[in-house]
């Protein structure tokens, strides 16, 4: 993520700018002049946005004076491979558009080092959130290609329509053999893992649990006296969830459900106090973990919707960044958070201010439906310019065609076969 | 909640409708009205013999219900803060943005902008419900538009007809409706581990807790001498509850292709009538006289039964047809109503609770992909209109004057956005529901491609141990020509409404 401060009394030209980039409202054109996201092979999402905070007097709640937090343009991209990489092959393939993109942030010139000041610029997350680790952007268009083609095979083979699943089985793989032998089909094999990702993953694999382990007591007391005190500041942590204004909602959904996902950005600043800042650091430290080693095949908890996701603190750890992009329309994945991670969403979220109330950390919060929303809404952010590689496919879609290649690799026994056919 | 604490519901303060759908009266038509003169329209609103829920032997020969749009409010003089203080999908209308078109479907031909009524410059602001016993509707009427001529002006008149209890396509109707809590007794707190059609009353009525144990958002108003009538708030006692007993209602005229709709099934059965009437029951998810495609017959469902019909008909999950070989996952009552609960499998102890919960599981491809059915039951109360059309005639060509013919469908619900927009949005336009892809509703859908995914009019039937069938050229068999969201208040808060002074 790149972030930079924009000039303040050029947000409304940036924006102009910015939805110059799209071909529906919030929609990037994959080939705009500016960024053609499309020409990075490497880009499953991408986005851009002016995160202008609607929500800096929450702060006021708690007696504190309104800070004025700066306006920040933000470029976001979900990438196969390393980020140094990608940033120099961005700033040297879209170098003049980036150029005027970056020419509303505060102290960017027309002299500037492009890549040297992206860098300079880039922001980490703390946690990351990837729907299915290791599948690129390649991946999934060659698997939805050959899933495609299975179909149109099946369609035109009405002898196939009857058969036993080991025998349609069978036939597939020999129509596909045949259309990899044309060229009409690529899979390509997985690219093997790079060394320095594996070790840096099995470090942390192994590091995070021994780092808990090994300050275990003295990390039990923190926590347990960190819990005692949020569950006491649960009790008096004010609520701040009114319905927000038709022109505000209006001015969100316009940009959404043009595709079947949809980007999501939102920000808020947390509550005062060191337990709060320290309460979210450290789950998001958690969860980082989770993501990386538990939650990486096709399900963030039970939500089986979200592609990418990333959690952002900014300002010294004032204010938290989340964007994601995910499957259906807004409510529907309101009705996931509520319903299936309403305790994942309040371990996160509740250190922000104005949550709804929740106790012991987990509890309550997000189930408090109608308030949960308001603040969601109230939060977010328009995105004001947003790329999907592959539109119309959820995340249900990639794993389906990606089962559907592996159930290529060999034969299958008739139960095997059987789920196998399913899937077509 | 204490359901000690909890008040009884006062059925006199209820318009029957939320409790009754009058088949008895099998006569009914909904006039669709705007204010032409306020004080008059007031003037016959307090006047007007609405019909309550309380149950009476013998039951009535006639009822009205009244239900008002936000613009209908504001015209009769409720002061705008009042109105914004209901639901914001009421507020805004069914067609006021196009966003909301948007996630409804309501594109390409189902456009507002295509819309008899109910599309800007048309939306009514209120609607009159009449029912009747047979022969009894046309004298209703007379006296009714008799008696507030000069108040409203007629946007328009939808009538109904009755086809004996089967939809237009020819399947029975209304077979599945939730079971509302009206003794309060359900505590919907924590995980609901296996599917119930008993469903809390918050979440028809407004004034009551809903299925998250909270109430849900609408005006309340100062205790103020003209709000003194209504009801004290349950949650928040020193106000007065202009929502409590009442709901919203969601009325939509659906024209229905019941040729193309059968000609279909026969142009993709060889002709074979038996076989078309299969394939339409696997679009609909039901046998035509209303038989579920799953075994059913449970009776551990609560709100199902006691009567062993209900029981035949309703008393089924889809538990063990995930892949929907018996009833394929796309089928009309399976999106409707997926009959699931909170979680994809009831845990056998609080470990595997805790597991489920976390999604750290044995999970199988296609599990768990659906949200959890209580918090998106509709009450439907929809008529029939135009003259059916059995099935064997619907093969002929249409003749130049063929009738109009479709349902008025009606829904009520407290919460217009998680009720019915959702299980529009989410579970029948949507070409992914359920892990699906390239197909909506066989019936509702609206066929329309949207950006990577040009095919939405597919339609898949899984097949045991082989391919599945596949459709891929569905036609639009609905197509909507009008709607709007109304407030049906209390009788109090109608009272309150009739009333407001300018």
New interface residues.
């Given amino acids: 993520m790149i972030l930079a401060r924009l000039d303040a009394s050029r947000m409304a030209e940036c924006r102009r700018t910015l939805a110059s980039m799209n071909g529906?409202p919030g929609?990037a054109n994959p080939r705009n002049a500016l960024l053609p996201f499309a020409q990075f092979e490497r880009l499953h999402f991408a986005r851009l946005l002016v995160i202008d905070d609607q929500t800096l007097d929450d702060v006021t709640l708690y007696g504190l004076p309104r800070r004025e937090e700066p306006v920040y343009l933000a470029l976001l991209g979900d990438v196969d491979g390393d980020v140094p990489t990608f940033l120099r092959d961005l700033a040297q393939r879209a170098e003049s558009g980036l150029r005027t993109i970056f020419s509303y942030c505060a102290g960017f010139s027309a002299a500037e080092d492009l890549l040297g000041w992206m860098s300079a610029h880039e922001v980490s997350a703390r946690t990351n959130y990837t729907n299915w680790v290791g599948r690129t952007v390649g991946n999934v268009r060659e698997e939805a290609a050959l899933a495609d083609a299975i179909?149109e095979y099946?369609?035109r083979t009405p002898s196939?329509?009857?058969?036993?699943?080991r025998d349609?089985h069978t036939a597939v793989r020999a129509f596909v053999a045949e259309e990899l032998r044309a060229g009409r089909l690529t899979l390509t094999p997985p690219a093997p893992t790079p060394l320095s990702w594996w070790l840096r993953n099995v470090v942390n694999l192994i590091g995070v649990p021994l780092l808990l382990l090994l300050f275990a007591i003295p990390l039990a007391i923190v926590a347990l006296a960190a819990l005692v005190r949020i569950r006491s500041l649960e009790r008096t942590d004010p609520e701040l969830c009114p319905?927000v204004g038709?022109e505000r909602?209006?001015l969100l959904?316009?940009l959404?459900?043009?595709?079947?996902m949809n980007p999501f950005s939102a920000i808020g600043s947390l509550k005062p106090g060191i337990v709060r800042l320290a309460t979210a650091a450290f789950v998001l430290w958690l969860v980082d973990y989770t993501t990386r080693h538990?939650?990486n095949r096709g399900?963030?908890?039970?939500?089986?919707t979200i592609h990418f996701a990333r959690w952002v603190l900014l300002d010294q750890g004032r204010r938290l960044l989340f964007c994601s992009n995910y499957?259906?329309?807004l409510?529907?994945y309101m009705?996931?958070f509520?319903?299936k991670v309403a305790?994942g969403l309040n371990l996160v979220f509740s250190n922000g201010i104005g949550y709804p109330a929740t106790q012991w950390l987990v509890a309550g919060g997000a189930?408090?439906?109608?308030k949960f929303k308001n603040f969601l809404r109230r939060h977010q952010l328009p995105t004001d310019v947003w790329y999907n590689a592959?539109?119309?496919?959820?995340a249900?879609?990639l794993?389906?065609n990606g089962?559907i290649r592996d159930g290529l690799q060999a034969e299958l026994d008739e139960s095997g076969a059987?789920a196998w056919?399913?899937?077509? | 909640m204490n359901p000690v604490a909890a008040r009884s519901v006062d059925f006199s303060d209820v318009q029957g409708l939320v409790r009754f759908g009058y088949v008895h009266l099998t006569e009914g038509c909904y006039y669709l009205l705007r204010v032409s003169d306020a004080a008059r329209a007031r003037s016959w609103l307090r006047g007007a013999p609405v019909a309550d829920a309380v149950e009476r032997k013998p039951s009535p020969s006639e009822a009205m219900q009244i239900a008002f749009t936000a613009t209908g409010l504001l015209a009769l003089g409720v002061p705008p803060d009042v109105v914004a203080a209901f639901s914001a999908e009421f507020v805004g209308g069914m067609s006021g943005d196009e966003s909301r078109s948007r996630r409804l479907g309501d594109v390409g031909a189902n456009a507002p902008a295509n819309w008899r009524w109910g599309g800007a410059g048309a939306v009514p602001h209120l609607t009159v419900m009449l029912f009747a016993q047979p022969g009894g509707l046309a004298a209703l009427e007379a006296r009714c538009t008799a008696e507030w001529a000069g108040a409203f002006e007629i946007l328009g008149r939808l009538d109904t007809s009755n086809l004996g209890g089967v939809e237009q396509f020819g399947f029975t109707d209304g077979v599945s409706q939730p079971a509302l809590d009206w003794n309060r007794q359900r505590d919907p707190a924590g995980d609901q581990l296996g599917y119930s059609n008993v469903v809390a009353l918050g979440e028809f009525l407004l004034g009551y807790p809903n299925e998250y144990g909270k109430y849900t958002e609408r005006p309340l108003l100062d205790d103020t001498a003209a709000a003194a009538e209504l009801a004290p708030a349950e949650d928040v006692p020193a106000k007065r509850d202009l929502g409590c007993n009442g709901t919203y209602v969601v009325l939509r005229q659906l024209r229905q292709d019941v040729r193309g709709f059968w000609q279909f099934a026969a142009r993709h059965s060889g002709g074979d009538a038996t076989q078309a009437v299969t394939l339409a029951a696997n679009f609909v998810g039901r046998t035509q006289d209303g038989a579920p495609l799953v075994a059913g017959g449970a009776t551990t469902i609560p709100g199902i039964g006691p009567k062993p019909a209900d029981i035949a008909l309703n008393g089924f999950t889809f538990d063990d047809d995930p892949d929907g070989v018996r009833c394929p996952k796309g089928a009309h009552v399976r999106r409707s109503n997926p009959r699931n609960a909170d979680l994809p499998r009831p845990p056998a102890n609080v470990l595997a609770q805790l597991i489920a919960t976390l999604g750290l599981g044995p999970h199988r491809f296609g599990e768990d992909l659906t949200s959890s059915t209580r918090f998106h039951r509709l009450l439907r109360r929809g008529r029939e209109y135009g003259p059916g059309l059995p099935a064997v005639d619907a093969l002929q060509p249409a003749p130049p004057d063929d009738a109009e013919r479709g349902l008025q469908f009606v829904c009520v619900g407290a919460n217009i956005g998680r009720q019915f927009e959702f299980l529009q949005n989410a579970w029948l336009m949507s070409t992914k529901f359920d892990g699906l892809s390239g197909e909506s509703d066989p019936l509702m859908g609206n066929r329309q491609p949207i950006p990577g995914c040009p095919v939405a009019a597919g339609f898949s039937m899984p097949r045991e141990g082989t391919v599945q069938r596949r459709f891929d050229d569905l036609p639009q068999f609905v197509t909507v020509l009008g709607g709007a969201y109304f407030f049906m208040p209390g009788l109090r808060a109608l009272r309150y409404i009739a009333g407001a002074s300018v």
């Avoid at chain 1, 959404?256 to 079947?260: K, L, P, S, T, W």
């Avoid at chain 1, 399900?299 to 089986?304: E, G, I, M, N, T």
């Avoid at chain 1, 592959?390 to 959820?394: D, I």
Wanted: hydrophobic fraction near 40%; aromatic fraction near 4%.
């Fill in positions: 529906l929609t179909l099946l369609q196939l329509a009857q058969s036993p699943a349609v319905r038709a909602v209006a959904s316009v959404e459900d043009h595709d079947v538990i939650y399900r963030l908890a039970r939500v089986h499957d259906g329309s409510d529907s009705d996931d509520i319903n305790f189930k408090d439906e109608q592959n539109p119309g496919l959820t249900v879609d794993e389906r089962r059987r056919v399913a899937l077509l």
